[in-house]
């Protein structure tokens, strides 16, 4: 478990499309069809697993928003923000 990051380490290190919320770094992911969500949350799940770092994570009908945050700190940390890089290089791969 890392520090809490600064807001403007945050800033600077927010992968693009992630949005800060809070005490959370949230990304909605877009599908054109249901089981796609799912199998990105099972790619999603995996990376998790690894990193021993558990997102929130939410499927709806054509998309899947991933919630996270490193609840032992009490806020962001660079834990949060490495498995977003992980989960968008695996996205985009």
């Not at 697993?49 to 929130?56: A, I, T, V």
């Amino acid at each position: 478990m890392g520090d809490v990051l600064s807001d403007d380490e945050i800033e600077a290190q927010l992968p693009a499309e992630w949005q800060r919320e809070g005490d959370e770094i949230v990304r909605v992911y877009e599908f054109d069809d249901y089981l796609r969500g799912v199998n990105f949350a099972q790619m999603v799940g995996e990376i998790a697993e690894s990193q021993f770092h558990h997102p929130e994570i939410v499927i709806r009908y054509q998309e899947v928003e991933i919630r996270l945050t490193s609840h032992e700190a009490g806020g962001i940390t660079d834990d949060d923000i490495e498995m977003a890089e992980l989960i968008e290089t695996e996205r985009n791969a």
